[in-house]
C-alpha cells in the first residue's frame, strides 16, 4: 500500500517486517527506511496530509485487535491520534486536497461497508454513501470535487464496480460495471477520468474510464458534480457610476442566490464578486482567481421605453472560450421574468438535470411589484458597500419596496439584516437597531417560510440579541436545509456552535462557508475567529494571513491577530496588529480604547491608564463604547 509524498521525495507504505503491521516512511529512491508508527498493534492503508506533515491509516490497539479505527500521526512518529471510535472496522483513508475532510469507509452500521466523511480531528462525522451494498476505497479526484469508490451494488454480490460521487455524497453515479470485479480506483491528475483494475477478460488488467458521467456535445457533466460558477457584477449601462449601477449589479446578485439554490451548481457569493464591478479584468482572469469553471459577465441598459436591455455571456475558463451568449428584451416592471429567462438559459446551457422542486425554487416570484423589486435590488447594492451611510440608504430602499409590496419577504429579510449591522458599523449603535431587526425577521418568516434568507435573519438577532442559542441553531439549521449552499447561513451558524464551546462543529460550518466561497476574506477571517476562540491560535494566525491575502485591507483579519498575539503575550505583534487596523479603521474612540487594551495587555499598565483617563474624560463629549473600558 505504497503512498507518495505530495511533494514527491517521501513513500509511506505498511510493512510486517516487525512481526504485525506497521507504517513505514523512505525516501523516494528507497534509502532512510523508518517506522513511524512504531505500534505493537496493526496499523496499515497511509494516505498523506495535503502539505506533507501527517499520515492517516487505519489501525488497531492492544486492547482491541481486531477493531480498525482512523488514526492520524506526524511524519516524525509524534502526536498520534485516534480520529475514531466505533466497534466497527473503519479502513481506507483518504485526505481530501484541500485539507479539510478524510474520508473512509466502515461497517458501523452492522450492515455493509459504507462511506463516511470527517474533519482532520474527528469532528463532523457525516454518511456519504448509505447504501445496502458494500461501498470501499474512496480515492478524491485532484480537484476536490468528487469521490471515486468500489462497490458491489446490489448488496450480497462479490462482484463490485467503480463509482463517482460528488464530495457531499450527492449524484452518486455509476463509472463501470459489466458483472465483473472491478476494484482499486485511481484518479488522472486533471480528475477526468479513473484507472482501476478489472478481471473482465479473465485475468487482471488496468482500464481507465471517463470520469465525466451522461456528458454532452458541450463536454460538460449532466449530473455527476457540482459545478462552480460566479456571475460578476453587470454593467449598467449609461450609469454615472456609484449608485446608479444598482439595477446591473442587483440582477447579477438575484441570480447568484437563485442559482445557488441548485444542488450542481456552487455560486461565488455576490460580497466575492463586488470587487470586479468596473474592473479592467477578462472574465477569464476573475475565472482563474476565483477558482471557478464558468463565468457569467453581461451589461444592462434601460431604455427610454421602459425595457430593460441585457446582454450576457457565459464563459468556459478552462477551455477559454463563451460557452454561450444570448440578449434578452423584458419590461423594467418585470425583472423577474428576466431573471428566471436567463436562469433557464444557464441551466440548459450547462445541460443540468433539475428536480421538480429546483425548477420551482428557479421560477419561484418574491414580488409582482417591479417598482418593489428594482427599490430591494437597490437596497441590497447599497447593503453589500457596509458601510453606515450605505446601511441607512439600503433601510430607505427596503422600507419604500415594503411601501409598494406589503408581503414582500426578501425587502422584510434585507431590512432586517441592515438594523442588525447597525450595530457593528455605527457608533454609537441606535439603541432601537435590533428591536427593529426582529421585528423584520419575524415578519419575513412569516410572510415567507422557505426563505433561507428569512431565517437566517432571524437566527442572527437571536442569538445576538436574545441570547438564545438553541432556538438560534434551530433557525440556521432550517435555512441552511432550504438552501445548503448559502454560504452565509454557515458563517453564522459557525459563530452561535462557538460560542457554545462546539468548537469543532464550529470549525466544520466555517469551513463550509469557505468551501462554497473561499474567496471571501470575510468568511476566511470568521474561521481564523473560530479558531482563535477554539485556542487553535496558529491555525487561526494562518487563516488571518490567507484573508490578508485576500483583502490587505481586512480590519476584522487585523482584529483577530491582534487578538492572537494578545494571548500569546507576544506584545510587539500584538501593538503592529493593532497599528494596521488603526491605518485603516481610521483614529476613533473605539480604535483608541484598543490601544489602551493592547499595552494593558503587553503589561505596560501606566501608559494604558493615561489612554483610559483621556477615553473617561471625554465620554461627556464622545460616545466611548463601555465595553471596551471594561476590556482595558
Request: proline share 5%; glycine share 6%; charged share 25%.
Given at each position: 500500500?505504497?503512498?507518495?509524498?505530495?511533494?514527491?521525495?517521501?513513500?509511506?507504505?505498511?510493512?510486517?517486517?516487525?512481526?504485525?503491521?506497521?507504517?513505514?516512511?523512505?525516501?523516494?529512491?528507497?534509502?532512510?527506511?523508518?517506522?513511524?508508527?512504531?505500534?505493537?498493534?496493526?496499523?496499515?492503508?497511509?494516505?498523506?496530509?495535503?502539505?506533507?506533515?501527517?499520515?492517516?491509516?487505519?489501525?488497531?490497539?492492544?486492547?482491541?485487535?481486531?477493531?480498525?479505527?482512523?488514526?492520524?500521526?506526524?511524519?516524525?512518529?509524534?502526536?498520534?491520534?485516534?480520529?475514531?471510535?466505533?466497534?466497527?472496522?473503519?479502513?481506507?483513508?483518504?485526505?481530501?486536497?484541500?485539507?479539510?475532510?478524510?474520508?473512509?469507509?466502515?461497517?458501523?452500521?452492522?450492515?455493509?461497508?459504507?462511506?463516511?466523511?470527517?474533519?482532520?480531528?474527528?469532528?463532523?462525522?457525516?454518511?456519504?454513501?448509505?447504501?445496502?451494498?458494500?461501498?470501499?476505497?474512496?480515492?478524491?479526484?485532484?480537484?476536490?470535487?468528487?469521490?471515486?469508490?468500489?462497490?458491489?451494488?446490489?448488496?450480497?454480490?462479490?462482484?463490485?464496480?467503480?463509482?463517482?460521487?460528488?464530495?457531499?455524497?450527492?449524484?452518486?453515479?455509476?463509472?463501470?460495471?459489466?458483472?465483473?470485479?472491478?476494484?482499486?480506483?485511481?484518479?488522472?491528475?486533471?480528475?477526468?477520468?479513473?484507472?482501476?483494475?478489472?478481471?473482465?477478460?479473465?485475468?487482471?488488467?488496468?482500464?481507465?474510464?471517463?470520469?465525466?458521467?451522461?456528458?454532452?456535445?458541450?463536454?460538460?457533466?449532466?449530473?455527476?458534480?457540482?459545478?462552480?460558477?460566479?456571475?460578476?457584477?453587470?454593467?449598467?449601462?449609461?450609469?454615472?457610476?456609484?449608485?446608479?449601477?444598482?439595477?446591473?449589479?442587483?440582477?447579477?446578485?438575484?441570480?447568484?442566490?437563485?442559482?445557488?439554490?441548485?444542488?450542481q451548481i456552487n455560486c461565488r457569493t455576490s460580497g466575492a464578486v463586488r470587487r470586479y464591478l468596473g474592473s479592467p479584468q477578462?472574465?477569464?482572469?476573475?475565472?482563474?482567481?476565483?477558482?471557478?469553471?464558468?463565468?457569467?459577465?453581461?451589461?444592462?441598459?434601460?431604455?427610454?421605453?421602459?425595457?430593460?436591455?441585457?446582454?450576457?455571456?457565459?464563459?468556459?475558463?478552462?477551455?477559454?472560450?463563451?460557452?454561450?451568449?444570448?440578449?434578452?428584451?423584458?419590461?423594467a416592471a418585470d425583472i423577474f421574468s428576466l431573471q428566471n429567462a436567463i436562469s433557464d438559459r444557464i441551466v440548459r446551457a450547462?445541460?443540468?438535470?433539475?428536480?421538480?422542486?429546483?425548477?420551482?425554487?428557479?421560477?419561484?416570484?418574491?414580488?409582482?411589484?417591479?417598482?418593489?423589486?428594482?427599490?430591494?435590488?437597490?437596497?441590497?447594492?447599497?447593503?453589500?458597500?457596509?458601510?453606515?451611510?450605505?446601511?441607512?440608504?439600503?433601510?430607505?430602499?427596503?422600507?419604500?419596496?415594503?411601501?409598494?409590496?406589503?408581503?414582500?419577504?426578501?425587502?422584510?429579510?434585507?431590512?432586517?439584516?441592515?438594523?442588525?449591522?447597525?450595530?457593528?458599523?455605527?457608533?454609537?449603535?441606535?439603541?432601537?437597531?435590533?428591536?427593529?431587526?426582529?421585528?423584520?425577521?419575524?415578519?419575513?418568516?412569516?410572510?415567507?417560510?422557505?426563505?433561507?434568507?428569512?431565517?437566517?435573519?432571524?437566527?442572527?438577532?437571536?442569538?445576538?440579541?436574545?441570547?438564545?442559542?438553541?432556538?438560534?441553531?434551530?433557525?440556521?439549521?432550517?435555512?441552511?436545509?432550504?438552501?445548503?449552499?448559502?454560504?452565509?447561513?454557515?458563517?453564522?451558524?459557525?459563530?452561535?456552535?462557538?460560542?457554545?464551546?462546539?468548537?469543532?462543529?464550529?470549525?466544520?460550518?466555517?469551513?463550509?462557508?469557505?468551501?462554497i466561497d473561499p474567496r471571501s476574506a470575510v468568511i476566511t477571517t470568521a474561521l481564523a475567529n473560530v479558531f482563535y476562540h477554539?485556542?487553535?491560535?496558529?491555525?487561526?494566525?494562518?487563516?488571518?494571513?490567507?484573508?490578508?491575502?485576500?483583502?490587505?485591507?481586512?480590519?476584522?483579519?487585523?482584529?483577530?491577530?491582534?487578538?492572537?498575539?494578545?494571548?500569546?503575550?507576544?506584545?510587539?505583534?500584538?501593538?503592529?496588529?493593532?497599528?494596521?487596523?488603526?491605518?485603516?479603521?481610521?483614529?476613533?474612540?473605539?480604535?483608541?480604547?484598543?490601544?489602551?487594551?493592547?499595552?494593558?495587555?503587553?503589561?505596560?499598565?501606566?501608559?494604558?491608564?493615561?489612554?483610559?483617563?483621556?477615553?473617561?474624560?471625554?465620554?461627556?463629549?464622545?460616545?466611548?463604547?463601555?465595553?471596551?473600558?471594561?476590556?482595558?
Amino acid at each position: 500500500m505504497p503512498a507518495w509524498s505530495p511533494d514527491g521525495t517521501k513513500i509511506a507504505f505498511q510493512s510486517r517486517r516487525d512481526g504485525n503491521l506497521e507504517i513505514y516512511m523512505m525516501d523516494a529512491d528507497g534509502s532512510n527506511q523508518t517506522n513511524v508508527s512504531r505500534s505493537p498493534s496493526d496499523d496499515a492503508r497511509p494516505a498523506w496530509s495535503p502539505d506533507g506533515k501527517f499520515l492517516v491509516f487505519a489501525g488497531t490497539t492492544p486492547d482491541e485487535p481486531l477493531n480498525y479505527d482512523i488514526h492520524v500521526i506526524r511524519v516524525d512518529g509524534s502526536d498520534r491520534r485516534r480520529l475514531t471510535d466505533d466497534p466497527g472496522v473503519d479502513t481506507d483513508p483518504a485526505w481530501s486536497p484541500d485539507g479539510s475532510r478524510i474520508v473512509f469507509a466502515s461497517d458501523r452500521d452492522r450492515k455493509s461497508y459504507e462511506i463516511y466523511a470527517m474533519t482532520p480531528d474527528g469532528g463532523d462525522l457525516r454518511n456519504l454513501t448509505n447504501h445496502p451494498g458494500s461501498d470501499v476505497k474512496p480515492v478524491w479526484s485532484p480537484d476536490g470535487r468528487r469521490i471515486a469508490f468500489a462497490a458491489n451494488r446490489p448488496a450480497k454480490i462479490d462482484l463490485p464496480a467503480i463509482y463517482v460521487m460528488n464530495a457531499d455524497g450527492s449524484q452518486q453515479k455509476l463509472l463501470t460495471g459489466s458483472n465483473t470485479f472491478d476494484d482499486e480506483p485511481a484518479w488522472s491528475p486533471d480528475s477526468r477520468r479513473v484507472a482501476f483494475q478489472s478481471e473482465r477478460d479473465g485475468n487482471y488488467e488496468i482500464y481507465v474510464a471517463n470520469a465525466r458521467v451522461d456528458e454532452n456535445e458541450s463536454g460538460r457533466t449532466a449530473a455527476g458534480r457540482a459545478i462552480s460558477l460566479a456571475v460578476l457584477p453587470f454593467t449598467t449601462v449609461g450609469a454615472a457610476g456609484g449608485d446608479a449601477q444598482y439595477l446591473g449589479v442587483g440582477l447579477a446578485d438575484l441570480l447568484t442566490n437563485k442559482l445557488g439554490q441548485l444542488k450542481q451548481i456552487n455560486c461565488r457569493t455576490s460580497g466575492a464578486v463586488r470587487r470586479y464591478l468596473g474592473s479592467p479584468q477578462s472574465p477569464l482572469q476573475a475565472g482563474r482567481e476565483l477558482g471557478v469553471e464558468y463565468i457569467l459577465t453581461g451589461a444592462v441598459e434601460r431604455s427610454s421605453d421602459q425595457r430593460v436591455l441585457t446582454s450576457l455571456e457565459l464563459t468556459d475558463v478552462a477551455a477559454g472560450r463563451v460557452l454561450w451568449a444570448e440578449k434578452f428584451n423584458e419590461n423594467a416592471a418585470d425583472i423577474f421574468s428576466l431573471q428566471n429567462a436567463i436562469s433557464d438559459r444557464i441551466v440548459r446551457a450547462l445541460s443540468l438535470q433539475l428536480t421538480n422542486d429546483e425548477r420551482e425554487r428557479l421560477t419561484k416570484r418574491y414580488t409582482d411589484n417591479g417598482e418593489a423589486h428594482q427599490l430591494y435590488l437597490a437596497g441590497r447594492y447599497h447593503w453589500g458597500k457596509r458601510t453606515p451611510d450605505g446601511l441607512r440608504l439600503a433601510i430607505s430602499n427596503f422600507e419604500q419596496a415594503i411601501a409598494k409590496d406589503a408581503r414582500f419577504a426578501l425587502a422584510y429579510s434585507g431590512l432586517a439584516d441592515c438594523h442588525a449591522l447597525l450595530n457593528w458599523y455605527m457608533e454609537p449603535p441606535p439603541p432601537d437597531a435590533f428591536a427593529r431587526a426582529e421585528q423584520a425577521a419575524l415578519r419575513a418568516v412569516e410572510l415567507d417560510d422557505t426563505l433561507a434568507e428569512a431565517h437566517v435573519s432571524r437566527a442572527f438577532v437571536t442569538f445576538h440579541y436574545k441570547r438564545d442559542w438553541r432556538a438560534a441553531e434551530q433557525r440556521f439549521r432550517r435555512a441552511i436545509a432550504i438552501n445548503p449552499n448559502y454560504a452565509t447561513a454557515h458563517h453564522w451558524y459557525a459563530f452561535t456552535l462557538s460560542a457554545a464551546g462546539r468548537h469543532d462543529e464550529a470549525i466544520a460550518e466555517a469551513r463550509r462557508a469557505q468551501e462554497i466561497d473561499p474567496r471571501s476574506a470575510v468568511i476566511t477571517t470568521a474561521l481564523a475567529n473560530v479558531f482563535y476562540h477554539a485556542r487553535r491560535f496558529d491555525e487561526s494566525v494562518e487563516q488571518c494571513m490567507k484573508a490578508l491575502e485576500l483583502d490587505p485591507g481586512s480590519i476584522a483579519a487585523h482584529v483577530v491577530l491582534r487578538w492572537v498575539y494578545e494571548r500569546q503575550g507576544r506584545a510587539d505583534a500584538a501593538l503592529a496588529a493593532y497599528e494596521k487596523e488603526r491605518a485603516f479603521a481610521g483614529e476613533t474612540p473605539t480604535t483608541r480604547a484598543k490601544l489602551a487594551h493592547v499595552l494593558a495587555a503587553s503589561g505596560r499598565r501606566d501608559e494604558a491608564r493615561k489612554v483610559l483617563g483621556e477615553l473617561l474624560a471625554k465620554r461627556k463629549q464622545q460616545w466611548v463604547t463601555p465595553y471596551e473600558i471594561a476590556v482595558i
